[in-house]
T-cell receptor
Framework: NAGVTQTPKFRVLKTGQSMTLLCAQDMNHEYMYWYRQDPGMGLRLIHYSVGEGTTAKGEVPDGYNVSRLKKQNFLLGLESAAPSQTSVYFC?????????????FGPGTRLLVL | KQEVTQIPAALSVPEGENLVLNCSFTDSAIYNLQWFRQDPGKGLTSLLLIQSSQREQTSGRLNASLDKSSGRSTLYIAASQPGDSATYLCAVSWDFNKFYFGSGTKLNVKP
């Protein structure tokens, strides 16, 4: 049981390049989330999903797209990277059961946009 | 606007001291509140979750309280240890789907 995994762990991009971050969970969770964390700030929600095939916008969705084609995977895409997207990206999942609402986090992906 | 605030941003205490971390939030109509721990370069680990109908939750040396009317939660750590050094984040949910995080309190427990 690996929990929540994120790929890659670290990436350097040039302005204008595109990339996809992959989040995978093996806990059969319904809900999945993408956050970004910048120095001195808490986590800010980018997009989230309440089940396979669904996505919704969070606090800071501009410049990002997501897809949840399979229940276990949640992909975050940057179509044209900008230096402002330099950050640490965290994925999280939770069951969606009202009695068990703890979020489980991945180890993070560090992204540097030059 | 729904916001979560944590003060102070950093705290340094000697080993063995009891300490309190603070979290305040706008809009008292919360669904639940969670406290997380984050070690440097790592993801977040859930410590305690308090439902809106609850006043407190306890786990070992940790006790989290919730006062919705004043928009505040506190995380009490008893007999602090160097291994407690980490950043502690508070997250609030005003619906079932989304969570809003504070910026965290970085705790350093000196041996």
């Amino acid at each position: 049981n690996a929990g929540v995994t994120q790929t890659p762990k670290f990436r350097v991009l040039k302005t204008g390049q595109s990339m996809t971050l992959l989040c995978a969970q093996d806990m059969n969770h319904e809900y999945m989330y993408w956050y970004r964390q910048d120095p001195g700030m808490g986590l800010r929600l980018i997009h989230y999903s309440v089940g396979e095939g669904t996505t919704a916008k969070g606090e800071v969705p501009d410049g990002y797209n997501v897809s949840r084609l399979k229940k276990q995977n949640f992909l975050l895409g940057l179509e044209s990277a900008a230096p402002s997207q330099t950050s640490v990206y965290f994925c999280a999942s939770r069951p969606g059961d009202a009695d068990v609402e703890t979020q489980y986090f991945g180890p993070g992906t560090r992204l540097l946009v030059l | 606007k729904q916001e979560v605030t944590q003060i102070p941003a950093a705290l340094s205490v000697p080993e063995g001291e009891n300490l309190v971390l603070n979290c305040s939030f706008t809009d008292s109509a919360i669904y639940n509140l969670q406290w997380f721990r984050q070690d440097p370069g790592k993801g977040l680990t859930s410590l305690l979750l308090i439902q809106s109908s609850q006043r407190e939750q306890t786990s070992g040396r940790l006790n989290a309280s919730l006062d919705k009317s004043s928009g505040r939660s506190t995380l009490y750590i008893a007999a602090s240890q160097p291994g407690d050094s980490a950043t502690y984040l508070c997250a609030v949910s005003w619906d079932f789907n989304k969570f809003y995080f504070g910026s965290g309190t970085k705790l350093n427990v000196k041996p």
